[in-house]
Structure formats: C-alpha cells, structure tokens
C-alpha cells in the first residue's frame, strides 16, 4: 500500500455477534464494517444498548464469538489463540474505561509504570515516560498520589496516561468521561484528545453524547447493530 494510502490502523468487515436466548437469537452485532487511519479519532455514537460496548470489546479481543475480520496494525487478529490476543493487546492496545479501574495501592506515577514494566521496559525510562504524560495532563504534583486521594477527573487522566504509556497504534475508549460531571467531562476530554494527537494514536472513543463526539475527527453511528 503506498504512502499515499496507509494501511488502517483498524480494519473490521462483517463483524457480527448474536446471542441466543432460549430460542430466540439476538443480533447484537450486524455486519459491521468500519476502517480507522494511523493517527484519526473516531467517536462510535450510539444510545445505551446499541452494541457500543460489545464492538469495543470485538476489537479489544476481550472475549470470542465474533464473526467476520477484525485486523489490527495490519494483522488479522480476530482468530488468534489466546496468547496471540494478549500480544495484541499489549503491544497494539490502549484502554480507557468509563471507571478508571486504577491500582488502589499504587500511586500515580506507579499505575502509568506498571504496564510499561509488563511490556517490557526498565524502570527508569519507564517512570520517565510515566511522569512526562501524567505533567502533559496537569498532574505533576500528583505523580505520588495514590487513586483515593485524586479527583474523578485526576484518576482518568491517570488512566489515560495508562493507556499511552506504551504507545498503541490503537486506543480505544468507552464512555471515557461518562462518570465525571460535565465541566470535568469537557476537561478531561480535551486532554484526552490532544495527547492522544501529540502522541500519533488512533482512537475508537464510544459515547451516547452528540457535543462531545462533535469534537472528535469522524463520527460513525450505531443502531441496532449496524454502522449507519
């Protein structure tokens, strides 16, 4: 493929999934086709119950029973074992929750270092990386504040810094301000945003609200399993 027209950072064609239910089958998934650039931020739009947080889990290998390709970084990813999903997931993947799901016995700075050290990394450059995200996102004098002395607003920029701290070709986030109050959303979005873009991630960002997608590179909507 030439320069001209990178490879998708993210590539689905026909990804179903149905549950069945006594005898009634479920279609929560319908054939979904959806292609993300290096570096673009999608907003996946949608209202509770549409199928959002089933194609986030899809594209995070987070569980099987899917149908159709699921390519990431260029490599189909939808039928490896469960190894070959974990190594995606470590080295392709971010994640960032609508609950932060931060380390309650760890400080900041040790809750961004933690994966690094997972991936791979030695200490020092790890906490270096560490440090400089959480300063990005306005919490340099919070590096040895552990979760349950942080705002809501602090402990998901330290789950955003987590997310990045070993720079995925691919973030994905679910309702990742859902559980702030609205100026903090707003906040917190924004950073989010512009150090995913400093940083040369793509994201897949899935929330039910208008304004915020509004401010993301493309929207793409999803009713009763099918990307209008």
Request: cysteine-free; aromatic content about 4%; glycine content about 8%.
């Amino acid at each position: 493929m030439s320069d001209a027209f990178p490879q998708p950072v993210l590539e689905l064609r026909g990804v179903s999934r149905t549950f069945h239910q006594a005898d009634v089958a479920i279609h929560v998934l319908r054939q979904v086709d959806l292609a993300i650039a290096p570096g673009e931020i999608v907003a996946l739009l949608g209202p509770s119950g549409s199928g959002k947080s089933t194609l986030l889990q899809a594209v995070g290998l987070l569980e099987g029973g899917f149908e159709g390709s699921i390519r990431i970084a260029g490599e189909e990813a939808a039928r490896l074992d469960s190894v070959g999903r974990t190594r995606v997931r470590r080295d392709r993947l971010g994640f960032v929750y609508q609950f932060h799901h931060l380390l309650p016995d760890f400080t900041a700075v040790e809750n961004v270092v933690l994966p690094q050290l997972i991936h791979g990394a030695d200490n020092a450059p790890a906490r270096e990386r560490a440090e400089s995200l959480l300063t990005a996102l306005g919490l340099a004098q919070r590096l040895g504040h552990r979760p349950s002395q942080l705002s809501g607003g602090e402990q998901q920029r330290v789950a955003v810094a987590r997310a990045l701290a070993n720079r995925p070709a691919l973030v994905l986030a679910d309702e990742p301000t859902g559980n702030l109050d609205e100026s903090t959303a707003d906040i917190v979005l924004a950073e989010f945003l512009r150090l995913v873009r400093h940083e040369g991630s793509a994201a897949l960002v899935a929330t039910h609200n208008e304004r915020l997608a509004a401010r993301m590179d493309r929207v793409v909507r999803l009713h009763e399993g099918r990307l209008d």
